[in-house]
């Protein structure tokens, strides 16, 4: 029963679901939005919209946004943001975000839906004048997933402005949306009986207490139908139509308890006490933390002392001061734990939070009354969003100390490499200085070497391709003849042999000049091949000399830039949550103390009536003894 | 007495109908709007301290150079049960998660989980990926995947895809983002 009380809750008080993905239906293409879209799915708010803002203030510093991947999903992205703002809560950030959409350079169906998100935002937070409005500027055409929410959306905010013939004709064409089975019928139940036409808004409202379906939404908004059609009977004393509206209720929905306290009232207005202990005798034994099973317990023997059986009224009349007493002092130990601290202590119990029902289970904990009544707490809308922000203020804390001692980490690292680094730097660098300047010196050669080998491609050049052994000879030669010449000039023959021994030179030259040509256009490429490799090493050394500078240079101002705001947040986290904690202690004290003061009013009651039934009992045995 | 415990009780169910809502309101409106604002206000700056914090570690941590990141993601419309991903790099185990039903609903609705983040060296390495859940009729799998990936210059991001368990098909392919 009690999850259901959570459920309503929810129901009720609905934050933005993200039961499909919205976000990426063409495919991902950025892995850092799917990321963020990890953390959004499992309502990791924080982690999310810490990831989109990174990614989105990337994606906008970029030159060219256009090639970045982020870019197929931008518009999906610039949603997620206040979508994720949403569930956080920062309304104000997720207003802004939505706004920027509007006004920003974007197609038609795209600002619609940011106006829808926005109206829906305004109408979240009791502004339905500014939602109204925000609505009116659409134009054009809207995407057809949120057309039927759009529309529904706008009954509501019409609804919430007293336009009611309006809401009601938006509520009607929408009677045929699936995905709002059961909601559109109520609410237009609602407007049509606001707009003064009654029976036409009972009649919307039976509709929709009869649906079938098996979605818990819509199984919920059929009771709340029911219920609130049963009891509009039941106050013009129409109580057999009451009853068979209110049986409709489930017996284990959100709005069994109220249900069953109204059918059983529905069969006492007609005088039918049995039938109507039926119920009641049923809710009498649910959890006694609900007004409605208070109730029950002086609803039962009421019907036996109308049954004439005022010993067992007298009896349960009993059970019920004694089940109130208890309670009036589980009220009492609650308030005074409040006074003490120890509510929000429980609240922030880490195993909890594990588990997605914590605010039933700590109502199970044992020596902990703070907590026996939150769940009643919990369905007021103040007091759950000043839960969840003291809560969150809780994470924030606990961020910010572990983020301190992280920078605490960051500066050992950078002190350690630099004191690894620095000795070794200057000697690195040295040789480093060496061998750049003996690569410069072969890089040059080779470069005058491919302009030679290219210029020889057009004017053949033999002599360049000469070898070693090549030259040597022909320098001897060249010797030979200055020295013959310089004694006196050379005889023929030696002359003519000087000339075959050149000939013959030149002829190998000359005539091995392609395949030289070719082999050395082949050695060429081999060199460039090598001097690749060299090029790819000396940029891995340079990138790897410039990281080891930069794994310890150039944090110290971000560092300390940082540990200044992380100081001056847990300052303010903390008076927040000293603030909201104070706000919730006096939300739960001021509850909790009116509740003792019903249930004291109901101990006067059932004191009142065991004395009287007492009486009628005594009255009656003696009436008997005296007919005897 | 009858009337008045009747009127009593008459009464209290209206006031639970209609007063139940209103519980808690005794804080003034406009002091607990005060109180959200402000609340709103420094969740911005710790989101902004967030982000300059996860930029400061990865430039400090995982430098682009040598950053790898993996990434977990299951094909679209699986609906296994998936328990466990390890991952190895190298030989060395480098990543070991256990799923939780949340977990994987964010992974079956489209979300990709950064696995791991660490330094390699720039050539080839060895990645070995092992997958264990139940499949959607129930029975246990488990799945092992080897992989030859390259480091280059720039972070490497290399995505794990999980799909199809049934026999024959290829549970674990990678992906590069």
């Known amino acids: 029963m009690s999850r259901f009380i959570l459920i309503l809750a929810c129901l009720l008080l609905a934050t933005p679901s993200l039961a499909a993905n919205p976000y990426t239906s063409n495919g991902l293409k950025d892995v850092f939005f799917g990321e963020t879209l990890y953390h959004a799915f499992q309502e990791d708010w924080f982690q999310a919209i810490a990831r989109l803002d990174t990614e989105l203030g990337q994606y906008r510093r970029l030159d060219e946004p256009g090639l970045d991947t982020l870019s197929y999903h931008i518009n999906q992205a610039q949603f997620g943001v206040g979508d994720f703002e949403l569930g956080y809560r920062m309304h104000l950030r997720a207003g802004r975000a939505m706004t920027a959409v509007i006004e920003g350079n974007v197609e038609e169906p795209v600002r619609n839906e940011a106006i829808y998100r926005l109206a829906r935002l305004y109408f979240q937070k009791d502004q339905p004048e500014d939602a109204f409005h925000a609505l009116e500027r659409i134009r054009g055409g809207v995407p057809a997933a949120i057309r039927d929410d759009l529309e529904f959306l706008r009954g509501q905010i019409l609804l919430a402005n007293g336009r009611f013939p309006e809401a009601a004709r938006a509520f009607k064409d929408l009677q045929k949306a699936g995905s709002l089975e059961g909601f559109a019928g109520y609410n237009l139940g609602i407007a049509l009986m606001k707009e003064g036409k009654e029976q036409d808004g009972r009649e919307s409202l039976d509709r929709t207490g009869q649906i079938l379906s098996d979605t818990p939404a819509t199984l919920a908004i059929r009771d709340k139908s029911n219920l609130v059609l049963g009891y509009k009977l039941l106050e013009e004393n129409a109580g ?61 023997p009421y019907a036996y002392g109308k049954l004439n059986v005022h010993g067992r009224a007298a009896v349960l009349y009993g059970k019920a001061l004694e089940s109130f007493g208890k309670e009036v002092d589980k009220l009492g130990a609650s308030i005074k734990s409040v006074k003490e601290g120890k509510f929000l202590q429980a609240l922030s119990r880490e195993e909890l939070k594990q588990d997605s029902d914590w605010v039933v289970r700590l109502r199970s904990l044992p020596e902990a009354p703070e907590t026996h009544y939150l769940l009643q707490l919990m369905a007021s809308h103040d007091f759950q969003e000043s839960l969840k922000n003291y809560l969150d203020l809780n994470e924030l804390q606990k961020k910010l100390d572990v983020w301190e001692r992280d920078l605490d980490a960051f500066e050992d690292i950078i002190r350690e490499r630099r004191a690894y680094y620095e000795p070794l730097l200057p000697e690195i660098d040295r040789a480093f200085r060496q061998l750049d300047s003996q690569m410069r010196l072969r890089l040059e050669q080779r470069e005058r070497i491919q302009k030679r080998l290219n210029a020889m491609l057009t004017a053949p050049r033999p002599d360049y391709l000469a070898t070693g052994e090549e030259r040597i000879i022909s320098e001897n030669i060249g010797r030979m003849e200055q020295a013959l010449a310089a004694n006196g000039g050379t005889p023929d023959e030696t002359k003519e042999r000087i000339n075959r021994l050149q000939g013959v030179l030149l002829w190998n030259i000359s005539t091995e000049y392609d395949q030289r040509l070719t082999d050395t256009f082949r050695n060429q490429r081999d060199l460039n091949e090598v001097m690749d490799r060299l090029k790819k090493q000396y940029n891995a050394f340079v990138r790897t000399r410039q990281a080891a500078t930069q794994s310890y240079e150039g944090y110290d101002d971000l560092i300390s830039r940082e540990r200044n705001r992380i100081a001056s947040a847990r300052e303010n986290v903390k008076v927040l949550m000293a603030c909201q904690g104070n706000m919730l202690e006096t939300m739960a004290v001021n509850e909790l103390a009116r509740r003792r003061e019903r249930l004291e009013k109901f101990q006067i009651t059932a004191r009142f009536a065991i004395a009287d039934s007492y009486d009628r009992a005594s009255k009656a045995q003696t009436e008997k003894s005296v007919g005897k | 007495m009858y009337k008045l415990l009747k009127v009593i009780i008459v009464l209290g169910i209206s006031a639970l109908l209609f007063i139940l809502p209103a519980y808690g309101q005794e804080a003034p409106r406009e002091q607990v709007k005060g109180l959200d604002e402000q609340v709103q206000e420094i969740k911005t700056d710790v989101l902004s301290i967030a982000s300059q914090l996860s930029q400061l570690e990865e430039k400090l941590l995982y430098p682009s150079d040598t950053q790898i990141a993996i990434f977990v993601s299951v094909a679209k419309g699986e609906k296994f049960r998936l328990d466990s991903v390890d991952i190895q790099l190298d030989g060395k185990p480098v990543a070991h998660h256990l799923y939780t039903f949340k977990e994987l609903e964010a992974l079956q609705k489209g979300g990709v989980q950064r696995i791991y983040v660490g330094n390699v060296r720039t050539g080839e390495h060895a990645l070995q990926v092992t997958a264990s859940g139940k499949t959607e009729g129930g029975s246990d799998f488990r799945k092992d995947e080897s992989f030859r990936i390259t480091k280059d210059i720039g972070p490497r991001l290399v995505g794990v895809v999980l799909a199809g368990t049934g026999i024959g098909s290829k549970t674990i392919t990678l992906k590069d983002w």
């Open chain 1, 240 to 300: 057999e139509n009451a009853r068979l509206v209110l049986e409709r209720v489930r017996l284990s929905g959100p709005f069994s308890n109220r249900a069953l306290l109204g059918s059983g009232w529905a069969d006492a207005s007609q005088g039918r006490f049995e039938r109507a202990l039926v119920p009641w005798s049923i809710l009498a034994e649910r959890e006694v933390t609900d007004p409605a099973v208070q109730e029950a317990l002086l609803a039962v």
